[in-house]
T-cell receptor
Framework: AQKVTQAQTEISVVEKEDVTLDCVYETRDTTYYLFWYKQPPSGELVFLIRRNSFDEQNEISGRYSWNFQKSTSSFNFTITASQVVDSAVYFCALSENSGGGADGLTFGKGTHLIIQP | DAGVIQSPRHEVTEMGQEVTLRCKPISGHDYLFWYRQTMMRGLELLIYFNNNVPIDDSGMPEDRFSAKMPNASFSTLKIQPSEPRDSAVYFC????????????FGQGTRLTVV
């Protein structure tokens, strides 16, 4: 069974600080996909990134970066120079193929990130 | 495109009543998902469709829940009879190419069963 753990329930930092959100996953599949979604106060979920299990290259997009390490089953998300608009709940999610078909997303419980001005 | 459209945005109903949630996916997306979000259980996949056909409904909590997709542009999630523990935010999402690809979420329907 797949499982995603986001141990940090809530993080509060002051604007301009760097912050890392942790995500640890469990899966028995060799082919799987990892995602991060953002849920701002307005409520909708917004896609941030997708990674497949064969691509361990880290990715940077502006102030956002992701570190994927299969050895530790982790897919951590770092925001550099945080801004108040980054305040949201961030979800890590996992999708794997089983029984010949793709399973839907399994989400972690989310990390509530608060950026204080 | 307007994105995934869900209606209603808020629903308050009495226990025992039938509730129908509606979703219009993004045009051209072949996959549609229904998720439920609660404080206790987080985000859970209820069911997903591919080309209007239900593929995985293992997340549907019980027989009181049913979902249909009569055509490519419309899906419903029905709860009959509703119970207070069904109170949650229900999200619909669609994607071009399956659960392993980017999903676009609607704004959700906040359901309160009293």
């Amino acid at each position: 069974a797949q499982k995603v753990t986001q141990a940090q329930t809530e993080i509060s930092v002051v604007e301009k600080e760097d912050v890392t959100l942790d995500c640890v996953y469990e899966t028995r599949d060799t082919t799987y996909y990892l995602f991060w979604y953002k849920q701002p106060p307005s409520g909708e979920l917004v896609f941030l990134i997708r990674r497949n299990s064969f691509d361990e290259q880290n990715e940077i997009s502006g102030r956002y970066s992701w570190n994927f390490q299969k050895s530790t089953s982790s897919f951590n998300f770092t925001i550099t120079a945080s801004q108040v608009v980054d305040s949201a709940v961030y979800f890590c999610a996992l999708s794997e193929n089983s029984g010949g078909g793709a399973d839907g997303l399994t989400f972690g419980k989310g990390t509530h990130l608060i950026i204080q001005p | 495109d307007a994105g995934v459209i869900q209606s209603p945005r808020h629903e308050v109903t009495e226990m025992g009543q039938e509730v129908t949630l509606r979703c219009k996916p993004i045009s051209g997306h072949d996959y549609l998902f229904w998720y439920r979000q609660t404080m206790m259980r987080g985000l859970e996949l209820l069911i997903y469709f591919n080309n209007n056909v239900p593929i995985d409904d293992s997340g549907m909590p019980e027989d009181r829940f049913s979902a249909k997709m009569p055509n490519a542009s419309f899906s419903t999630l029905k709860i009959q009879p509703s119970e207070p523990r069904d109170s949650a935010v229900y999200f619909c999402a669609s994607s071009l190419a399956g659960p392993n690809t980017e999903a676009f979420f609607g704004q959700g329907t906040r359901l309160t069963v009293v």
